[in-house]
């Protein structure tokens, strides 16, 4: 484990690289969010090499290729509940993106971004 409900292996990228590192203010806003609704928080996608970012058509300056991004989807939540209480939570600051079945947050240093 590297925080108290997450591990190292859930943040690994999807193609097999081995890059699994986590920034640790990723990983706060994740506890974060697991505390506030008290449900599992599932990483869709977290760390992303180049290539396979490319491969996914990921952005090209996406904060996953820097260990700064989690797509995540909070057992039984809606996407839209997740990303009103990020947006609220922390205003003016890092990347949040509604997606129809998950929800991207990020810890970007250049924010805030929403999309
Ligand atoms: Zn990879
Ligand atoms: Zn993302």
Redesign the pocket.
Known sequence: MISPHFQRAEFACSCGCGFDTIDTESLAVLEDVREHFGAPVIVT?GCRCPAYNTRIGGAEH???ILGR???IQVKGIAPARVQDYLTARYPGRYGI?RYATFT?V?TRTDGPARW
């Open positions: 996608s996406s904060q996953h991004a989690a797509d993106g991207h990020d």
